[in-house]
């Protein structure tokens, strides 16, 4: 019954039944049959998935549908929404990873029993891995109240021995699926007591706030100690909160602008501290402060918070869902648990996980697993780390594991901060402590000093509480301007770092040079907080198009300031057309420069890669820590030995392009060859056809449309799918579908074995019947393209089927075979030519302006 919840697309149908979408519309206009639509629009219709199994079956087109994509359907269209639908999944695996007997037997009954057994397992699980209890009712994130903690929400006893139907109707009105969702509040800690607590209800697909019943006593249950409570000895002043003069609406609203996703964003929502005076239905700041504050000094590490100090306790990340919140979700969890009993539990996260953000690349920005990995190298071994903008927790699952590991989170998305601390805790042992929450107004670590911070913040915040935080007790190096908010991250983290800690930071390189920060810069480096900045390559991380720089400071202990800073430029490393870096390239030429300038303090200058540069000769009135500015160019002492090489290649290359030019053609008259197409190529089985788009199981280079028109090696990446990669072989002939222009390219023994990238297809010739190298180049005709091209908005697109080659012997496609082969090694040889002739052109000019070539 629970099937008919969920809902799938008509590219969903496409998938499960192995056909294109196209032929789903077919099936929709000639069968009366087909399933009706329950859901969507007009123009892009859902059905239920249950009745479209049901009858792709019947129409003998589905055997049976593959568990991995029979799983990922049910999450996709869960009722609740994806988010919701993978916390759920989330929990019920961590579940299954740490007590799969305890999933056995709940779910050995029905679907209710089960989803009123849940609760009380997960708890059990929930509460010493990450700090979960049991759900309660919350404002919900986007709300109209003003109100900075909501009412509590009915609770739910679900244990094992409770009737199925005595809980839900304890649970609250209609089921109890008003109750607060996975992101829900947990009670404050016994130092400050309250009745209510905010949190946030992510099973909601609108935002609105929740005033459901108080919680009785008869189904109160002991909190859970909160987890995300840092120990005693870390106290510290409680440092986020201005004076009282700051009086502003209790509830947040902030633009997403740059992130590991836009839900990632620090500042989206968030409750203000108690301690701002909150004026209902007013959202104006209140203040007599001036714009531009003296810096306070810094705080006392070693005192702890006074127990008179107003605090709004944190909104853990993720709280035990309720029965009625996980009954729609049971079917889920069982395809779910079946998938877990193939691949594991931790790859079945992962798996949904990764179709969920491929599924939506346009609303997450990710941090590549290869940058996550760097930085927490650049950190080192650390047994307490902290990310204060989570994301999806890539930067904490790159953590080298450590016994007693604690792994400390914080996003203002309640739904990513849910998936981070999930994945976290199926990834490693460590003990995960995370939270929602804006971090620079509301921080839910003030206490907390890590041995490491990784973070990659939101770029160009303008909102990210300028105002009201202008005597934080975090500015130790100076109050932030307006357009700076990277710097009060840089200042946050160096804040929540012990002595002699590290951090590091993916930062915009706008940041090393703006003016407006020029005096903060300077004093990091006067205090020898700012210990290295690292200029990655373009492409390393969004947005793909500048070349990002990672920070790396170190809290200051007492031992005297270091007198130099290590800059390293990655530029060279930037990989051709799309492919994006040679990480593994990047990864050694920054660990190696760091380490040698840990452990003595200094670099010997590596021209065009790296040097250690006293700090004296960066404290200049612009402070510019661009590592580009300050590197000498690379190769400066054998510049003119490398240009001679180049010239000599060159000389070669136009040798060997003289002797692979063309022959004077002959004349002969038209040719009246009987044709055939492509397409009935295809249906006869003198080739097969495959589109390519899927990364497969595993890592491989990729094949893209720009490498077939450049005619260079396989340079792009795919994500990894669980779907098969079309894997290219030698012979092969692949086209690209998009550009209108006249090219196809036979796969050598070099290419082969990369994968198929997007907007290609790949036709395989039956070599008894068709010649690769005839194939190929009667493709290339521009006649031929341009009858077979069509044209939609501003893109021309190429319908290989309908391509024409002629019906000959193959003896005689053969002789044609072998005239095309030569033309396209004469091409090859243009290509290369013209490299290198860019490539000594631009060193001569390099070469005549820094002095390394003279003029004669």
């Keep these: 019954m629970q099937d008919n ?319 009625p919140q996980l009954l729609p979700s049971v079917p889920l969890l069982r395809g779910a648990a079946e998938l877990a009993a193939e691949i594991g539990a931790r790859q079945t996260f992962e798996f949904l996980l990764g179709r969920h953000l491929d599924a939506n690349p346009r609303q997450y920005t990710l941090t590549p697993a290869e940058l996550a990995g760097l930085m927490a190298d650049l950190a080192g071994p650390a047994r307490t780390v902290l990310d204060p903008a989570c994301g999806t927790g890539a930067l904490l699952r790159a953590v080298d594991p450590r016994p007693g590991q604690e792994l400390y989170a914080q996003d203002s998305a309640p739904e990513l901060a849910a998936l981070s601390t999930l994945r976290l805790a199926l990834h490693s042992r460590a003990t995960v402590r995370a939270a929602v929450g804006d971090t620079l107004r509301a921080d839910a670590h003030p206490g907390l000093l890590a041995d490491a911070v990784l973070c990659h913040p939101p770029f160009n915040e303008r909102n990210w509480g300028h105002d009201e935080l202008a005597y934080d007790p975090r500015w130790e190096y100076g109050f932030p301007a307006r357009t700076e908010s990277e710097l009060a991250w840089v200042q946050h983290a160096l804040a929540r770092l012990t002595d002699g800690g590290t951090a590091v930071l993916l930062m915009p390189p706008a940041a090393a040079s703006r003016r407006s920060g020029r005096r903060i810069r300077a004093d990091l480096l006067r205090r020898g907080a700012l210990r290295a900045v690292v200029a990655l390559p373009v492409g390393a991380a969004p947005p793909y198009n500048i070349p990002l720089h990672l920070w790396v400071l170190r809290r200051p202990d007492r031992t005297p300031a270091a007198p130099e800073v290590l800059l390293v430029d990655t530029g060279r490393f930037a990989g051709e057309a799309r492919g994006g870096p040679d990480w593994e390239a990047v990864r050694e030429a920054v660990l190696d420069a760091w380490r040698v300038f840990a452990r003595e303090g200094r670099l010997a200058e590596r021209p065009g890669l790296a040097r250690s540069v006293p700090v004296i000769e960066l404290l200049d009135d612009d402070v510019d820590l661009a590592p580009a500015r300050h590197l000498p160019p690379a190769a400066v002492a054998d510049g003119a030995e490398q240009l001679t090489r180049v010239r000599e290649r060159l000389g070669a290359t136009l040798r060997l392009t003289a002797d692979l030019t063309p022959p004077p053609a002959d004349p002969a008259p038209p040719a009246r060859w009987p044709l055939t197409t492509v397409g009935e190529l295809a249906r006869g089985g003198a080739l097969v056809m495959r589109t390519g788009g899927n990364g497969g199981h595993a890592r491989v280079p990729v094949l893209t449309d720009h490498d077939v028109l450049a005619g260079t090696a396989p340079s792009g990446t795919l994500p990894e799918s669980e779907e098969e990669a079309v894997l290219t072989e030698p012979g092969d002939v692949v086209v690209p579908v998009l550009g209108g222009g006249a090219v196809a390219r036979v796969i050598d023994e070099a290419t082969g074995g990369a994968a198929l990238g997007r907007n290609l297809v790949l036709l395989r010739p039956d070599r008894t019947a068709l010649d690769p190298w005839f194939l190929a180049g009667f493709l290339r005709g521009t006649a031929n393209n341009r009858q077979a091209s069509s044209y939609a908005s501003t893109a021309t697109r190429l319908d290989v089927r309908r391509l024409h080659l002629p019906r000959l012997p193959l003896e005689e496609q053969r002789r044609y075979g072998a005239r095309f082969r030569a033309l396209d090694e004469f091409e090859r040889a243009l290509r290369h030519a013209s490299r290198l002739g860019e490539q000594l052109v631009r060193g001569m000019y390099d070469g005549l302006t820094d002095g390394t070539v003279a003029p004669d």
Excluded: Y
């Excluded at 829900?184 to 992510?202: E, R, T």
């Excluded at 409680?238 to 009282?244: K, S, T, W």
């Excluded at 705080?299 to 918070?305: F, G, K, L």
């Design 5 to 323: 919840a969920t809902e799938v697309t008509a590219a969903g149908i496409a998938r499960l039944a192995g056909v294109g979408r196209a032929a789903v519309s077919n099936w929709r206009r000639r069968h009366a049959d087909f399933p009706k639509p329950v859901g969507g629009t007009e123009t892009s219709p859902s059905f239920a998935l249950a009745e479209v199994e049901a009858w792709l079956r019947k129409q003998g087109k589905l055997a049976e549908v593959p568990l991995r994509e029979r799983v990922w359907q049910q999450l996709a269209g869960h009722p609740e929404g994806p988010l919701t639908a993978l916390v759920h999944t989330g929990c019920v695996l961590l579940l299954i990873h740490e007590r799969p007997t305890v999933w056995l037997d709940a779910s050995a009954g029905s679907d209710a029993r089960l989803a009123a057994m849940l609760p009380g397992a997960l708890e059990k699980v929930l509460t010493p891995r990450v700090g979960g209890v049991r759900g309660r009712g919350g404002a919900r994130v986007g709300g109209a109240s003003g109100s900075a903690s909501a009412r509590a929400g009915a609770g739910v006893d679900a244990g094992a021995g409770s009737g199925v139907n005595a809980a839900f109707g304890r649970a609250g009105v209609n089921g109890g699926f008003e109750q607060a969702g996975v992101n829900g509040p947990i009670n404050p800690p016994a130092v400050n007591p309250s009745s209510s607590a905010a949190g946030v209800n992510s099973g909601s697909a609108a935002a609105r706030v929740n005033s459901a019943p108080t919680e009785s006593a008869v189904n109160s249950s002991p909190t859970a100690p909160t987890v995300n409570t840092p120990p005693t000895v870390h106290n510290s002043p409680a440092v986020h909160h201005g004076p009282a003069v700051h009086n502003d609406s209790s509830v947040h609203n902030g633009p997403s602008v740059h992130s590991e996703s836009p839900l990632h964003n620090a500042s989206a929502m968030h409750h203000r501290p108690s301690v701002h005076s909150t004026i209902p239905g007013t959202s104006t700041d209140i203040t007599d402060s001036p714009s531009a504050p003296t810096a306070p000094s810094a705080p006392n590490r070693a005192q702890t918070t006074p127990a008179t100090t107003p605090t709004t306790p944190p909104t853990p990340a993720l709280t035990t869902p309720t029965g």
